[in-house]
């Protein structure tokens, strides 16, 4: 699924990435990568996402989010 | 003395400008990188002997040729200029900050790692083996804060024993990540030949699978035609960025297990982040932030401001003293009128821009100015800014300079001069007090109707500016949405932020007083001779383009009115009430300028002389004329760049009179 279809306080994995080299590059460099845990904190139409990763609170806009598969998990 | 030369490089909020700021002090210098629309930064400092050159090296997330600010940050450590490079990453958040880190290595130059932000590492229950550390990458790391005064002298030392010790960092672990990807090994062979100095050849291997564009066109031209195909294919199958982010996180997992101990810290929304973030009351927040601070910024600028009042006192001290000791009065003119008048203006207005920069500093330093940009960040997108832009647009309805020094904390050089570009339509505290004056005379109660119009105007006007600006300042592929760490609040520090608020007012003072003064100084002599027998070249100039001007609905009283708004808005009505009342309106200008009060009769001038459609067409012609030169010094001291300065300014003059031009018509329809 697509990371914006995620709730608030769900946990998932990111599963792939799809978009320009441009884009992999600065999701990469921010620490999202195949593999790696995230978990949303506030997902509001018509605002960025908030989630929390690595150690990081990172906001990404809701068209980068397209960008990003991932696949829910049980915290 | 010998010198070194160091650059500093770091993700995002690495605290790579606090380091760079406290390194080098008030010895630094801001330019733009030759041919580039990038800021550059250097600065220098000396310890033990030594001479250190600092290059601030434009932010960046990793060292992928996306953008001119990474192009040119390459380029720069290629070059070998640097003798070492300090990588910064962020102790509370390694895993994430060695990114970094581990897109550097494999470059040739020698570098050492910082681990900034020891305190919040502390804070959270980390520990960090630092000594661990230092023998997996083979080079030297430290623990530091950059906040921390006692912390430097151990970074001095780290400095000095990577400047002895020029290691590199070990990619054997690294490379055998890279080495999992299929392909990998085959195109770093056919790359051994190859010598694209400054770089190895695991290096390039890994960009070229990464598509870096300026990689890719190197390697090409440097390989014979079948290895470029070959590689071409190999790398099809590779995986991309995708695949290398998978290695290099790998390696930094590997590296921070067994030498970094976390205990899990939990993540929630505080509470005044909650506000922020909030779907509904997010933005009325932000507005009340900035209004509040904007009302705050008051608070260190009046104490200047009333400073600048002393001056105009201390003019009227010199005229006595010059009158009475005979001193001609040309002179006189040029001391009291130009000299002592721009001064007392240049000082009113630095107040303000002093206030502005300290309050909005403080929110950047704490970190509130992320949360702007993320509640923002959709509108702003809109005309291709970052949601932080908000911030000038706001304070630019007090004070266009003060919406000018705000722009500081955009990190992008394209998007700080179209936010600046854009800001110049908002109306500033000048307009707000002779535009509702003006339009209350002329049009009574349909006064509230014209202000309305002109906000709406003023919409259309951003609008329109960020299609016509936005284009060649913020290129279609640099519009990357939002990718933003919003980072933790943090504790202001109080006196470097102040030390650095100084030295800012102090290089916007010397460079707002060399155009203020320049501009005053023609004012001044396309007015000389002014009276009542007028004999100046702007009285002359005025009734000889009469017949254009009119067609802008402008008589020449009011398009020289109009120009002298170029200078200030506040100076506007003294010269219409000084020339409708035969006056010299030299004169007129530098009362109004030094806040004196306007003709008693004012109304009664302007009702007997302009009619409404030339009311309606001035209105419109200073508030969107450039909104004064004090503005026009601090927007180039923050663009660095003579050039666009010159295209804004040219842009609204222009743009004003056409916007007087149809406002007239319309209003010769009306009336
Ligand atoms: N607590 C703490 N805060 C720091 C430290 N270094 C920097 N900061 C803060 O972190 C924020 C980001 O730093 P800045 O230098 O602007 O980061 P840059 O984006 O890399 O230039 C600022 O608010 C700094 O005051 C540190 O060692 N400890």
């Known amino acids: 699924m697509k990371l914006q279809e995620l709730k608030e306080n769900t946990q998932a994995v990111v599963r792939d990435l799809k978009g320009d080299a441009r884009f992999i590059g600065r999701v990469t460099s921010i620490g999202l990568t195949p593999g790696c845990r995230v978990r949303i904190i506030k997902n509001d139409k018509n605002r960025p996402l908030l989630l929390y990763s690595r150690d990081t609170m990172i906001s990404l806009g809701r068209s980068e989010c397209d960008g990003i598969e991932v696949e829910e998990v049980s915290a | ?671």
């Open chain 2, 1 to 671: 003395m010998s010198t070194a030369t160091i650059a500093l490089l770091g993700q995002p909020n690495s605290g790579k400008s606090t380091l760079f700021n406290a390194l080098t002090g008030l010895k630094q210098h801001v330019g733009n990188w030759p041919g580039k629309t990038v800021e550059k930064k250097e600065g220098s400092f000396a310890y033990n002997g030594m001479t250190y050159e600092v290059a601030d090296l434009p932010g960046s997330y990793s060292m992928t040729a996306n953008s001119d600010e990474e192009v040119i940050t390459r380029d720069f450590i290629a070059s070998g200029e640097a003798d070492i490079v300090c990588i910064l990453a962020d102790s509370s958040q390694l895993e994430r900050s060695l990114f970094m880190l581990a897109d550097y290595a494999g470059i040739s130059a020698p570098c050492f790692l910082v681990l900034n932000m020891e305190d919040v590492a502390k804070d959270q229950g980390k520990t960090i083996n630092v000594k661990a550390l230092e023998k997996k990458l083979g080079i030297p790391v430290m623990l530091f804060s950059a906040t921390d005064k006692k912390a430097y002298d151990r970074f001095y030392a780290t400095l000095e024993r990577a400047l002895r010790e020029k290691s590199h960092i070990d990619v054997s672990a690294l490379e055998k990540e890279y080495e999992k990807i299929s392909g990998y090994s085959e195109i770093k062979d056919q790359l051994s030949e190859t010598d694209i100095s400054g770089y190895t050849p695991m290096w390039l291997t890994v960009k070229y699978l990464e598509n870096d564009k300026v990689v890719s066109a190197k390697l090409k031209e440097e390989l014979s035609g079948d290895k470029a195909a070959s590689i071409s294919a190999l790398g099809e199958k590779a995986g991309g960025a995708i695949a290398t982010g998978e290695c290099k996180f790998n390696w930094i997992d590997k590296l921070l297990d067994g030498t970094v101990n976390k205990s899990e810290t939990g993540v929630k929304l505080g509470k005044l982040d909650r506000i922020y973030t909030h779907r509904f009351w997010g933005k009325p927040a932000v507005v009340l932030t900035v209004i509040l601070g904007l009302f705050a910024s008051f608070i260190p600028a009046l104490p200047i401001m009333g400073l600048g009042s002393l001056v105009d006192i201390l003019k009227n001290v010199v005229q006595g003293a010059l009158s009475t000791a005979g001193c001609p009065a040309l002179i006189m003119g040029l001391v009291c009128d130009v000299f002592i008048q721009s001064m007392g203006y240049i000082i009113k207005m630095l107040g303000f821009v002093f206030g502005v920069t300290l309050v909005f500093g403080f929110l950047e330093e704490v970190g509130v100015m992320a949360r702007i940009s993320y509640v923002f960040d959709n509108t702003m997108g809109k005309l291709g800014l970052q949601g932080k832009s908000v911030m000038p647009f706001l304070v630019s309805f007090g004070c266009t300079m003060g919406g000018a020094a705000g722009t500081r904390v955009i990190d992008n050089w394209g998007q700080k001069v179209l936010t600046i570009a854009l800001a110049w339509a908002v109306p500033c505290g000048a307009a707000w007090a002779i535009v509702p004056m003006l339009s209350t005379v002329f049009f009574g109660m349909g006064a509230p109707v014209v202000i309305a119009v002109l906000l709406l105007v003023m919409i259309l006007h951003m609008w329109v500016t960020a299609k016509i600006f936005g284009r060649g300042l913020v290129k279609k592929e640099d519009r990357c949405g939002m990718i933003m760490e919003l980072p933790p609040y943090h504790k202001p520090r109080w006196g470097a932020l102040l030390r650095y608020v100084f030295g800012r007012t102090k290089d916007t003072f010397v460079r707002v007083a060399k155009v203020v003064l320049l501009v005053c100084l023609i004012f001044w002599v396309l007015s000389y001779g002014s009276g009542v027998n007028d004999t100046s070249i702007l009285y002359r100039l005025g009734i000889a383009i009469e017949p254009v001007t009119k067609f802008f609905g402008l008589p020449w009283q009011l398009f020289i009115a109009f120009v002298a708004s170029s200078v200030g808005k506040e100076g506007a009505v003294g010269v219409i009430s000084a020339l409708y009342a035969g006056g010299s309106y030299g004169e007129g200008f530098m009362a109004a300028m030094g806040g004196a009060a306007r003709a008693a009769n004012l109304n009664e001038l302007l009702l007997a002389n302009v009619t409404k459609p030339e009311a309606l067409a001035f209105i419109f012609a200073i508030t969107f004329n450039l909104p004064c030169v004090v503005a026009l010094a601090a927007t180039y001291q923050e663009i660095h760049s003579a050039k666009w300065t010159a295209r804004i300014a040219a842009y609204y003059t222009v743009g004003a009179l056409l916007l007087s031009c149809v406002a007239y018509h319309i209003g010769l329809l009306i009336w």
